[in-house]
Nanobody, 123 residues
Framework: QVQLVESGGGLVQAGGSLRLSCAVFGGTFNAMGWFRQAPTKEREFVAAISFDGGTTDYTHSAMGRFTISRDNAANMMWLHMNSLKPEDTAVYYC??????????????????WGQGTQVTVSS
């Protein structure tokens, strides 16, 4: 079974930066993505990337601040987050899927998930 392991979360001041990493063990995925879940809120889409990296998608609040990337040879995916805001505070999950769908924003289309990494942005 393919495993995903996130790292890189932590506590940062507003305006700061973090880089989240997602290591893939035991296989490869088509699209991969990042989702997040804040306390009392539902899990939401943050960013996603196609297999070859040629297509990326971001939630509106992440556009211009976050950058998703991947290296299939290294079995890694990253989320570079700049200009962080307190509202970015959440547990961030990486996800992968083998199927092909019309959108990369729907969590239910992803079949493998990491355990999550906490990101806390202080004001």
């Amino acid at each position: 079974q393919v495993q995903l392991v996130e790292s890189g979360g932590g506590l940062v001041q507003a305006g700061g930066s973090l880089r989240l990493s997602c290591a893939v063990f035991g296989g490869t995925f088509n699209a991969m993505g990042w989702f997040r879940q804040a306390p009392t809120k539902e899990r939401e889409f943050v960013a996603a990337i196609s297999f070859d990296g040629g297509t990326t998608d971001y939630t509106h609040s992440a556009m211009g601040r976050f950058t998703i990337s991947r290296d299939n040879a290294a079995n890694m995916m990253w989320l570079h987050m700049n200009s962080l805001k307190p509202e970015d505070t959440a547990v961030y999950y990486c996800a992968g899927r083998r199927g092909i769908y019309s959108t990369m924003r729907t969590a239910s289309t992803f079949d493998s998930w990491g355990q999550g990494t906490q990101v806390t942005v202080s004001s």
